[in-house]
């Protein structure tokens, strides 16, 4: 498959194709008789994980790491678990402090006509009012 067609499958322009290759977030495509890349299914693999791993928010020093691993001669297979352990470790903590906003904002919503009311009744001041942090649910 040509970069353009890989680029409009993966939804990333061909300069970022030819980027991450460059810098060895993907492995080196293979190229046809003219000089023109041809990806395979294993690229296409390498680029969609690699798109993945970057919104979720991997470093691209990381993914060239782990994309090293790869190409390596060596047994890698643990320092290449180790990195994806590490990235799920992280994206858990994301997933977990994601959660308390939202869980925070609904509070916020579901609240805010009551809220408002009791600050227009003076029942609620600036010095008066809810400790958010303080709540069980919005703490880390």
Same mark, same amino acid.
């Given at each position: 498959? !040509?970069?353009?067609k890989v680029s409009e499958l993966m939804?990333?322009?061909?300069?970022?194709l030819?980027?991450y #290759?460059?810098?060895g977030v993907i492995?080196?495509?293979?190229?046809?008789? !003219?000089g023109?890349?041809?990806y395979?299914t $294993?690229? %296409?693999n390498?680029?969609?994980l690699? +798109? $993945? @791993?970057?919104?979720a928010g991997l470093?691209?020093e990381s993914?060239?790491?782990f994309?090293s691993?790869?190409?390596?001669?060596?047994?890698? +297979?643990g320092a290449?678990?180790?990195?994806? !352990?590490e990235q799920? #470790?992280?994206?858990n903590?994301k997933?977990?402090?994601?959660?308390?906003?939202k869980d @925070? %904002?609904?509070?916020?919503?579901?609240?805010?006509?009551?809220h408002?009311?009791?600050f227009?009744?003076? #029942? %609620?001041?600036k010095?008066?009012?809810e #400790?958010?942090?303080?709540? +069980?649910?919005?703490?880390?």
């Open positions: 498959m !040509n970069s353009k939804d990333l322009t061909v300069d970022t030819r980027y #290759e460059r810098i492995p080196p495509v293979d190229r046809d008789k !003219n023109y890349r041809d395979k $294993n690229d %296409l390498w680029i969609f690699a +798109k $993945n @791993l970057r919104a470093s691209i993914l060239a790491e994309a691993l790869a190409e390596s001669k060596e047994d890698v +297979k290449q678990k180790e990195i994806l !352990n799920m #470790e992280n994206l903590e997933l977990s402090d994601l959660q308390r906003t @925070l %904002l609904q509070y916020k919503i579901d609240t805010y006509d009551d408002i009311a009791k227009k009744s003076g #029942e %609620l001041d010095d008066n009012t #400790e958010l942090w303080t709540m +069980k649910h919005f703490k880390k």
